[in-house]
């Protein structure tokens, strides 16, 4: 019979393996599924992997993919690493794209790559503030932060549209709802001859380092991470909750603020109402499949930025619906959260003893 | 033996946890009113063996002989119905219920016909033992000791046959704890068995009949307690070569350190006590001991000293003479204070940490950060001359906090704080829950750093720990101080009075006259 026993300590090779098993499970599931949409299941994955990496045009797509979802994760994994439950980076990345946007299209011709960076600041800020709020609130009201940055979100994204609906619209634009096309000074600079990909990537990578390095190398680092395993051993040492809180709160803001401004200054070039495909929230399942460590996060990152570009191809090129993005992170999420069971219990086979030796004793019972 | 006069026979029973073997092979008998002691150090193996008997685990091998015959106890529930009653150490009542609800809902449907004959059978019992509790009052307005007579008589309604106490004696003062050894003396001699599970022998010696000993999971003698020396019977619990008490002299400290004046702070649920104009000072090379049952606001207390909670008014906490009150404890460490909290797995230390992180959870001012950046090798050798200085039992520096045995672990914590040549050091229960070998290692430990010049305040439960390490005494009861007195102008009963609450019927005396 097979039984679960709880291991004596958690299992640091488990920690890393759970994320592959939960990636070939995935691909078995979703085998199945397109079985049953009658693809064969080789073909997708074709399109689905190997598509994505096949040409520099592919690659550098994916590396525009992988930048918002690697920005968001980082700070994400730094809230969560202290346990709080920050789930606004989706409506920071748009206040932080919309803030930008405003910023941008105030330049001209003659503005140099000075007014960029202001406007690259101007989108971090922006979503440090608009994080700033539910931690506020939390502060002053022992608020739930899951509830009101997911409500701050809504309101992140609406104030978006009214802004490229009304205010930054294009006047030339024949009331299309976008803003005008940002001057060439205002976009940040390619890192391929064809392609979108910018810098950012280049910034998103160096800025998860960073945050590894602060996490697992400093001592505000370790503050935070004693914070987020054992709040009364934090509070025993005299780790200050209030610093730990805002810190966590405002980076991760910061992080996603600048991963929206860099999409509009970016491969995007304009504010449009679909700055993001939920970038914020797939950065969820980027952090935890990358273990919450920055350096694992970068890893994962390109994997979900891999599904992304994957299921644009699907879309092209076997007719499949969206949605399918949305199946597989579903899917993936699930059974990576089920194998994270496997760090703390293993599985072992044992010969099933107690119907055996409750017969016996049965029968004596009777006899005597 | 006379077969026909056994109640309860183990033969041969293991259980196994994944790594340890909690009980290993243990056979025993238990005679009808008969009054048994288990004994043995923490981890031992006692708890395991009673909840096998209660049905709360199964035993892996052997058996188990019920008045003669052959069972296997499924549950709590069929132990119940066989007639085995248990008082567990942390209470199992439901503080918002009255003392009738509660009894009513621990018996099976159809047990009483209504609640009158419940009722008169409460009193008629509680009369008869002398267990008063009144049915009507509520729970959460009851002291741990009238907590501990419900449990009891809880037990006692459903003409128990077997009754097992789980350390019940560790929450008591020493009046309540003679009120209880009546009641069980009355109830053995009407042929009722008593498991009386303790480690304090003195008890052990005054009340059972026999003694099993247990040792690493296994038994380890068998003896009439009357017959022997509490020196004795420690050999046989912990071995031939641990050192056990010794007599530590007493001395008189000098200059005022840490001193409270008139410290207030209000309850932190409802169901707590707060802390009432506490005045205590703590004087530069001694131990002040702090008596007093649970929840007598020993908690609120820690929590105000240590910094945990910084409620309490500005003026009302001075470290020599600064006041400290609004500081947080990362703060007062830094004023040269050290804390060894009440909870070592989950305060004291990060159980999912490995011993060098916990290291440096306090200890980061000892030149294991440069610049904000952890210097790993230094924090890993401080880890490890830590863990080899205090004999803590580990696989390496590495380990994770929750891998160790509990008094391992606080071997390890005061360990780490003492290393930090505290001024001040603020110690709750030292030797909670550890066995007798390691807490004379801790006693020494308090000594050394008493002898070099720390002022050391103890909180703690067992009251013959603070005769045996401090210099001055004092009890809390509800919140309340009473003065402190030199531990060699006092004695146990006196401050057994005071634990519960006698000192606050007394003129208000005067903060020992002797310091000032």
Redesign the interface.
């Known amino acids: 019979m097979l039984k679960t ?6 299992s640091k090779l488990m920690s890393w393996l759970s994320p592959l098993i939960a990636i070939v499970l995935t691909m078995l599931v979703s085998s199945i599924m397109f079985l049953a949409l009658g693809i064969n299941p080789t073909t997708a994955f074709k399109v689905f992997i190997i598509g994505p990496l096949s040409d520099s045009y592919n690659l550098g797509e994916l590396m525009v993919k992988t930048t918002p979802l690697l920005l968001c994760a980082t700070g994400l994994a730094l809230c969560y690493k202290a346990n709080i439950w920050n789930i606004g980076a989706e409506g920071q990345l748009l206040v932080g794209a919309l803030v930008g946007s405003y910023f941008a299209l105030q330049a001209n011709d003659d503005s140099g790559y000075g007014w960029l960076a202001i406007t690259l600041l101007a989108g971090a800020v922006a979503g440090m503030f608009w994080a700033a709020i539910p931690t506020l609130l939390h502060q002053l009201f022992h608020t739930n932060l899951i509830l009101t940055t997911i409500m701050l979100n809504y309101i992140g994204l609406y104030l978006l549209l009214w802004g490229v609906h009304g205010p930054l619209i294009d006047p030339e634009g024949f009331g299309f709802p976008e803003s005008a096309i940002f001057a060439d000074a205002l976009l940040l600079p390619t890192i391929m001859e064809d392609g979108r990909a910018s810098i950012s990537i280049v910034l998103a990578v160096v800025f998860a380092i960073g945050s590894g390095i602060i996490l697992y ?4 680092g ?1 503050q935070l ?2 914070f987020g ?2 709040q ?2 934090a ?6 909750s209030k610093f730990i809180i805002w810190s966590v709160m405002l980076s991760a803001g910061a992080l996603a603020g600048f991963a929206g401004v860099a999409e509009v200054t970016g491969p995007i070039g304009q504010l449009i109402p679909q700055v993001s495909p939920g970038y914020g929230y797939a950065a969820i399942i980027v952090a935890y499949l990358g273990r919450l460590n920055p350096f694992g996060i970068i890893f994962a990152a390109f994997f979900m930025g891999t599904l992304y570009m994957g299921s644009d191809l699907a879309q092209i090129e076997l007719g499949m619906p969206t949605a399918i993005t949305g199946l597989f992170q579903g899917i993936l999420l699930f059974f990576l959260l089920a194998c994270d069971f496997l760090i703390h219990y293993k599985i072992i086979w044992q010969p099933n ?2 119907n055996s030796q ?1 017969a016996p ?1 049965s029968t ?2 009777g006899a ?1 | 033996m006379k077969q026909d006069n056994l109640l309860l026979s183990l033969w041969q029973v293991s259980k196994r946890y994944p790594g340890v073997v909690a009980n290993d092979k243990v056979s025993l008998t238990l005679a009808k009113g008969e009054i048994l002691a288990l004994l043995g150090e923490n981890g031992a193996g006692k708890s395991t063996l009673v909840k096998m008997i209660y049905g709360v685990v199964q035993a892996d091998e052997g058996s188990l002989l019920w008045q003669g015959k052959e069972v296997v106890i499924r549950s709590p529930n069929m132990a119940r119905s066989m007639g085995i009653g248990m008082v567990f150490q942390h209470f199992s009542v439901f503080e918002t219920l009255s003392v009738q609800e509660n009894i009513e809902l621990s018996l099976d449907a159809g047990f009483v016909k209504d609640a009158a004959t419940l009722r008169a059978k409460i009193i008629e019992l509680s009369a008869a033992y002398e267990l008063k509790v009144d049915p009507d009052r509520y729970v959460h307005n009851l002291s741990i000791g009238e907590r501990q007579r419900l449990e009891i008589l809880r037990c006692l309604i459903q003409n128990v046959k077997l009754l097992i106490l789980d350390e019940p004696t560790s929450v008591l003062t020493p009046q309540e704890v003679a009120g209880l050894f009546k009641v069980l003396r009355t109830l053995a001699s009407e042929g009722c068995s008593i498991l009386f599970i303790s480690h304090k022998l003195k008890e052990v010696t005054a009340l059972c009949d026999r003694a099993v000993i247990l040792r690493g999971g296994k038994v380890n003698g068998e003896c009439v307690p009357a017959n022997e020396t509490p020196d004795s019977i420690a050999r046989m619990m912990v071995g031939s070569e641990a050192v056990l008490s010794e007599r530590y002299h007493k001395t008189i400290g000098s200059d005022e350190l840490l001193v409270t004046r008139d410290l207030s702070v209000p309850p932190t649920n409802p169901f707590g006590t707060g802390l009432t104009k506490v005045n205590l000072s703590l004087h530069k090379g001694e131990i002040l001991g702090i008596a007093g049952v649970a929840g007598n606001g020993q908690e609120d207390l820690l929590e105000a000293l240590s910094g945990e909670d910084t409620r309490a008014e500005a003026g009302s906490i001075l470290i020599n003479g600064r006041k400290v009150a609004k500081l947080n404890a990362g703060e007062r460490r830094l004023l040269g204070m050290s804390y060894v909290p009440a909870d070592r797995l989950g305060q004291g230390a990060v159980p999912d940490m490995s011993l060098a992180d916990n290291t440096l959870l306090t200890s980061a001012r000892k030149g294991l950060v440069n610049r904000g950046l952890i210097l790993p090798h230094k924090v890993v050798e401080l880890a490890k001359s830590i863990i080899h200085r205090n004999d803590v039992k580990c696989h390496n520096a590495h380990a994770q906090a929750k891998s160790l045995s509990g008094g391992n672990l606080q071997k390890f914590i005061i360990g780490r704080e003492v290393d930090q040549n505290p001024e001040v050091l603020i110690c709750a229960h030292p030797t909670w829950g550890v066995d007798i070998g390691a807490a004379s290692s801790i006693h020494r430990q308090l000594i050394e750093l008493r002898d070099n010049g720390a002022a050391i305040l103890v909180v703690s439960e067992d009251i013959d720990e603070l005769f045996m390490i401090s210099d001055r005494i004092a009890a809390l009861y509800e919140g309340q101080l009473s003065h402190a007195v030199h531990t060699e102008q006092t004695n146990i009963e006196e401050v057994g009075k005071w634990i519960a609450g006698s000192f606050m019927n007394e003129d208000k005396p005067q903060e020992d006259v002797k310091h000032a």
Request: glycine share 4%; net charge positive.
């Open positions: 026993q709880a291991r004596l300590e958690s190398r400093t001592l505000p370790f991470r004693v395993s054992d009364p051993a509070r025993y040492a005299g780790y200050s003893k107690s409750t004793v004596k019972q005597a």
